[in-house]
DNA sequence: AGGTTGATCTAC
DNA sequence: TAGATCAACCTG
């Protein structure tokens, strides 16, 4: 069965995309990721925002790397992290802008071996099959890689971001959104911020 | 703790 | 240029 067949064919449109990072993210928490004849539900984003966020890839400007980052909303950009595994991103806001959501942790739907981890950003890119080929692709026409809108709304937690204590304060931002109910989240959030009481489940 | 490699940085 | 350093991670 295909990912059209299965009803997961609807794409996120370029509006969705042209919005801070920050708001994107939290959004994508329930909506599904298609590459080719498999789907993921996204359980767990994060939000990069741009130059002024030490954390982001942006704070060093356009180069090479960075181009499709800073190109434009609705596109992916994938990039290898310490030297063996791919990181899936989406483009936010706008060209020039540098807004970026990383995808840290996706459920199988359909096509993914249920017995491959597909927590974690590094996981998740291997579990679909996601590459640095893939970089630069255009989430809103591409029928091989794209976002179908969510079914329902997700719980959602919020904690600081992964991995970017080198950014000093801002590594603290409650920018990491995550769904508390599902078991393919990369871990559970430290603690809760703001939203009430959040059961987190391993 | 350490693997592994491309991008970026720093020093000639 | 070339060599050094670093990195949004994962495994043991």
């Known amino acids: 069965m295909t990912a059209a067949l299965a009803g997961y064919d ?4 370029r509006e969705f995309y042209a919005r801070d990072a920050l708001v994107v993210a939290r959004a994508l928490v329930g909506t599904y990721l298609v590459h080719g004849h498999r789907v993921a539900r996204i359980v767990e984003t994060e939000a990069y925002r741009g ?6 890839h942006a704070r060093a400007g356009v180069t090479k790397r960075t181009r499709t980052l800073y190109g434009p909303a609705g596109h992916a950009y994938v990039f290898l992290i310490y030297g063996m595994y791919d990181c899936f991103n989406v483009v936010c806001l706008g060209e020039g802008k540098g ?7 996706v459920e199988p739907v359909l ?9 974690g950003p590094g996981r998740l890119a291997r ?9 630069g692709a255009d989430l809103v026409s591409s ?19 992964v991995g970017v ?3 000093g304060e801002i590594a603290e931002a409650p920018w990491r959104f995550l769904d508390p109910t599902s078991r393919h989240v990369s871990r559970p959030p430290p603690r809760s911020i703001g939203l ?5 489940r391993r």
């Open 143 to 161: 029928t091989h890689l794209y976002l179908a809108p969510r079914t329902k709304r997700p719980r959602i937690a919020v904690s600081a971001r």
């Open 196 to 200: 009430g009481a959040v059961t987190s």
């Open 111 to 119: 096509g993914v071996p249920e017995d491959v981890r597909s927590d």
């Open 99 to 105: 807004h970026a959501v990383l995808i840290r942790g």
């Open 127 to 135: 579990a679909l099959d996601i590459t640095r080929a893939d970089n």
């Open 165 to 167: 204590a080198y950014a």
């Open 51 to 56: 130059p002024k966020d030490l954390a982001c």
């Open 10 to 13: 609807d794409h996120l449109p």
